[in-house]
T-cell receptor, first 111, second 115 residues
Framework: RKEVEQDPGPFNVPEGATVAFNCTYS??????FFWYRQDCRKEPKLLMS???SGNEDGRFTAQLNRASQYISLLIRDSKLSDSATYLC????????????FGKGTSLLVTP | GAGVSQSPRYKVAKRGQDVALRCDPI?????LFWYQQALGQGPEFLTY????????KSGLPSDRFFAERPEGSVSTLKIQRTQQEDSAVYLC?????????????FGPGTRLLVL
């Protein structure tokens, strides 16, 4: 079983919709969590960190539920430019804080 | 600005051929990571350097894979006797010190196709 599990989608939503992605992780000792965005044939880029209290950055909201080992990303008022793959990331417990990626969830926002 | 660069960007190799992939991290970054991303998958950790020391190579899939960073800056990932299953994008990332909350900056990757 992979340490980080995501629904691969694809999620097809119209512009302006709200969409939510979920992710679960298996290592209860994990301390740091992130969402990365990866455009087609490009490298992953940090979208946002995920904090225990939840955090918001414009149209994006990330939540962490440590008891359920569950991470979510909510995108409000979807834009065409939000179309990408969203990667849930948990820090490896060793390996100098290398990243443990989920498989990614594909989002396509349509006009 | 000078981000992480990788070369070559694309590499086609015949099965059995040796390949060398180069990563130039951001200047001054202490930590360097290699990841392998197969089609339709998320990146998978291969190995980690802190300066010139390779502190974790647990993700290298076989002894055909070898990585080095002799002077603590540029790193090379070498794959000997390439197999078709080695076809993937190889991503390099660096971070200033390697703390848990530090952003890792990724290079554009080397897309390897083994025929």
């Amino acid at each position: 079983r992979k340490e980080v599990e995501q629904d691969p989608g694809p999620f097809n939503v119209p512009e302006g919709a709200t969409v939510a992605f979920n992710c679960t992780y298996s290592n209860s000792a994990s301390q740091s969590f992130f969402w990365y965005r990866q455009d087609c044939r490009k490298e992953p880029k940090l979208l946002m960190s995920v904090y225990s209290s939840g955090n918001e950055d414009g149209r994006f909201t990330a939540q962490l539920n440590r008891a359920s080992q569950y991470i979510s990303l909510l995108i409000r008022d979807s834009k065409l430019s939000d179309s990408a793959t969203y990667l849930c990331v948990v820090i490896r417990s060793n390996s100098g804080y290398a990243l443990n990626f989920g498989k990614g969830t594909s989002l396509l926002v349509t006009p | 600005g000078a981000g992480v660069s990788q070369s070559p960007r694309y590499k086609v190799a015949k099965r059995g051929q040796d390949v060398a992939l180069r990563c130039d991290p951001i200047s001054g970054h202490v930590s360097l990571f290699w990841y392998q991303q197969a089609l339709g998958q998320g990146p998978e950790f291969l190995t980690y350097f802190q300066n010139e020391a390779q502190l974790d190579k647990s993700g290298l899939p076989s002894d055909r894979f070898f990585a080095e960073r002799p002077e603590g800056s540029v790193s090379t990932l070498k794959i000997q006797r390439t197999q078709q299953e080695d076809s993937a994008v190889y991503l390099c990332a660096s971070s200033p010190l390697g703390g848990s909350r530090e952003t890792q900056y990724f290079g554009p990757g080397t897309r390897l196709l083994v025929l």
